[in-house]
């Protein structure tokens, strides 16, 4: 066995994500807490400068990645965000493309930290909605590919937002069920 796996076992369970079942592995779960109640589209006020609370982007916005993209299509995710079983009501759930931009800031927040805003031309090809009263969601006309879907709820002990992030394969056509809970 290689000597960093057991390292990292530990570290997972030490920053509280969840543990899967064996079994086909269609979508991967990872649950952190932030500390931020902001939303991610929230501007900093000096755009040259990076809030303190984020963390500077490193990867530069890869065009020719997202070029390749597709904007709309016609599949469909819908779920619930729970956190210990109570609904994540009027929260913001979104499902991104996995790309190389993508893929540092969801490193980042796994670590349980916030980036700088996305650039706007990421935040065009991201989808978002809110959830109703009983945390449930729908997102129609996206795209087939790769895609992290998350959601956050604020924490009522603590008053930190807890975050979900799911990572999911979608086709043409699919109706995709998410359930994003802690």
Known sequence: MKAWIPVALLGLTLAGCQM???????ERIEVIDIGDERPPEV???????V???R??????FPDREYASLERSGSAEISGRLTLNGMPGAGET???????????????????????????????????????DGNGQFSLQGLP???????GS??????????????????RNGQRLE?????
Do not use: C, K, W
């Open 93 to 131: 759930v979104a499902v991104a493309p996995v790309t190389t931009y993508s893929a540092e800031a969801a490193e980042h927040a796994l670590a349980g930290r916030a980036v700088e805003p996305a650039d706007p031309r990421a935040q065009a090809f991201t989808h978002t909605t809110r959830t």
């Open 178 to 182: 998410v359930n994003l809970s802690r």
């Open 51 to 53: 809030a303190p609370d």
């Open 144 to 150: 087939a590919g790769e895609f992290y879907v998350m």
């Open 20 to 26: 899967m079942e064996p079994g086909p592995p269609p």
């Open 43 to 49: 501007e900093p006020a000096d755009p040259g400068r």
């Open 153 to 170: 709820v604020l924490t009522p002990g603590n008053g930190l937002r807890q975050a979900i992030i799911r990572q999911v394969s979608l």
């Open 55 to 60: 963390v500077a982007r490193q990867v530069a």
